[in-house]
């Protein structure tokens, strides 16, 4: 309890004290629930403030740190004279949560009483305080200086604590406020914490308590803090401004995905994998209404029919072996949020039945359970299948697609759209660079020709491992063509290689050609290739011309090409060098 050994007389009622200070007198209201005021005075030691609101006229600085500042409205409790107190007299740490922490808030009509807090919280405990002395300045502090902490006294002159709280509570639904009344009523206290109070304390306060509240309440809303910019951090990443591409159809695709975003109507979203469905199906989410409550993923491909239906509407303890307790599904934990049914295409026929009833009527029963549960979800479906060819087959009910593809968006391939290769590859180049801590930022002409070559059958999830690979692999500041993996270069090659036979081809087609050269000629021209192209690997360049490696050696002899241990020394020029004795 807080409790003080000064004189009698320093205990005065706050008009008393403003009487001594020279400033204006308040205007007294008895409480409502009794009607009685205890005047403030010092029982057994203990000091009970004043049991009623005081209206107090408007100061030109209504928030104050009166003790940081030596300046107080009771002439009897300033920065020097500070009446000494026995409950935790002992300074404490500083209990910071952050390195700049923002203030705590106390609001209370009497300065006395508001003093005292702030003692405690500022000088014995050393967080940050200011104080508001009215309803309305509170809530201008509150808005303005972003308080951490309240607390606020209950009984107030111009507005009631629990109205302030209300107030306070839509603008900031995480910020703890701690009630605090001269009344010890249980309906008072219970309509507070239903209010959305954190806590409620009793004068005469008992400031160990005081302390271990304002402990856990800044840790939480800490925490709260860290998750609100964690989510704005994931907001801003699946932000449709962020989504790369240069392409057309792409256009026509963010069209449809802004429009679709503006409402809660349900989404299929149809496309190969690795198009970026879960990275559209999460733009509509945070880009949407619904943005600040939960996004919730399940892929139906990927968990077993049995079990399916008990992720999805959870189950009731006793349901099936093994179900120990009652599980929330994702339907239930998606409420007021986005359900994306990754790979809908997949689910089982029997499921689809269940499912199309929980999205038309927004309502289902858990695995064993007879109780109807209502949810407000978003669904957005995703699947790489084809869905008509699905319904022909029977393996897709079709009451079920016409409700899930009421706004369908297509994704195109990225083999569609190869404007979009490149900027994708430098953007994931970036990022993994920056994730390795290297300083990695070209890509050789040759990679970047061999990357519009390809096809990209795994599509945007492809290039991105390709880049992460080629990132880790990179010996300095550019990806080289050697860097990427072997079917992109294998692919880069054969296509060069039909190039060269088309261009072949032509040559000695006598209708294009009408020069005839020796066939020595030609043989000599095809070695002298063979060997450029392989950098002067005898065995390689045996291979490629589907010769043994002993007619090589004697074409070398023949066309007197120098090697040195097994391969053919070629000029700054590439070309096979001449010499007069070949090695064997």
Not at 8 to 33: I, M, V, W, Y
Not at 315 to 330: L, N, P, Q, W, Y
Not at 395 to 414: G, H, K
């Amino acid at each position: 309890m807080i409790e003080t050994t000064t004189k009698p007389n320093a205990l005065r009622s706050a008009p008393a004290a403003k009487q001594s200070a020279g400033l204006p007198p308040t205007t007294e209201k008895p409480l409502p629930s009794n009607g009685k005021a205890t005047n403030g005075k010092s029982t057994n030691g203990k000091f009970f403030p004043n049991g009623r609101t005081v209206s107090s006229p408007k100061a030109d600085f209504p928030l104050r740190s009166p003790l940081a500042t030596g300046t107080n409205r009771n002439p009897e409790f300033s920065s020097n004279s500070l009446p000494s107190f026995s409950a935790g007299a002992d300074r404490k740490e500083p209990l910071t949560v952050d390195s700049a922490p923002a203030p705590i808030l106390i609001v209370d009509d009497e300065p006395f009483v508001a003093d005292l807090i702030y003692h405690w919280v500022n000088s014995v405990w050393d967080y940050p305080a200011i104080i508001a002395h009215d309803g309305e300045s509170a809530i201008i502090a509150m808005r303005e200086q972003h308080p951490r902490m309240v607390l606020l006294d209950i009984q107030m002159p111009d507005m009631n604590g629990i109205d302030v709280l209300r107030a306070m509570r839509s603008a900031d639904e995480f910020l703890p406020i701690v009630m605090v009344s001269a009344q010890e009523s249980i309906t008072v206290a219970v309509e507070a914490l239903k209010a959305g109070a954190y806590d409620y304390l009793t004068k005469p306060i008992d400031t160990e308590r005081l302390q271990v509240i304002i402990r856990n309440a800044l840790t939480t809303y800490s925490f709260h803090e860290q998750m609100r910019a964690l989510r704005a951090e994931l907001n801003n990443r699946y932000d449709f401004s962020n989504i790369i591409s240069a392409d057309p159809h792409m256009h026509t695709v963010f069209k449809l995905m802004r429009k679709a975003a503006e409402s809660d109507i349900t989404v299929c979203i149809l496309g190969e994998s690795g198009t970026g469905k879960e990275l559209v199906a999460r733009g509509l989410h945070v880009n949407g209404p619904r943005r600040d409550k939960p996004f919730q993923v399940i892929n139906c491909a990927a968990i077993p029919h049995e079990l399916l239906e008990s992720e999805l509407f959870g189950h009731e303890r006793g349901s099936f072996t093994g179900a120990i307790g009652r599980k929330i599904g994702k339907f239930e934990a998606a409420n007021g949020g986005t359900l994306f049914l990754d790979e809908i295409g997949d689910m089982d026929l029997t499921l689809q039945a269940k499912l199309l009833r929980a999205i038309q009527e927004r309502e289902f029963e858990r695995v064993g359970g007879t109780e109807s549960v209502r949810v407000d979800v978003r669904i957005v479906c995703a699947t790489n299948s084809d869905l008509h060819e699905a319904i022909l087959a029977k393996r897709f009910r079709e009451d079920l697609y016409y409700r899930i593809s009421a706004f369908p968006i297509m994704l195109p391939p990225l083999r569609s759209r190869r404007g979009d290769i490149l900027l994708l590859a430098e953007a994931f180049l970036k990022r993994f660079s920056t994730r390795q801590g290297k300083q990695v930022t070209t890509i050789s002409k040759p990679a970047m020709d061999a990357m519009l070559a390809y096809s990209w059958p795994g599509n945007i999830r492809e290039i991105e491992s390709m880049v992460e690979r080629a990132v880790l692999l990179s010996e300095n500041d550019t990806v080289m063509l050697h860097d990427l993996p072997l079917p992109i270069r294998q692919f880069y090659e054969a296509q060069d290689e039909g190039e060269a036979r088309e261009s072949m081809k032509d040559f000695f087609d006598p209708l294009k050609n009408k020069i005839v050269l020796p066939i020595e000629e030609i043989k000599r021209y095809a070695v002298y290739h063979a060997l450029h192209a392989c950098n002067g690997n005898i065995s390689e360049a045996s291979l490629k011309l589907d010769i043994s490696r002993s007619t090589m050696y004697r074409f070398l002899e023949m066309y007197n090409i120098h090697t040195q241990n097994g391969v053919a020394v070629l000029n700054e020029a590439g070309v096979p060098q001449p010499s007069i004795e070949v090695e064997a």
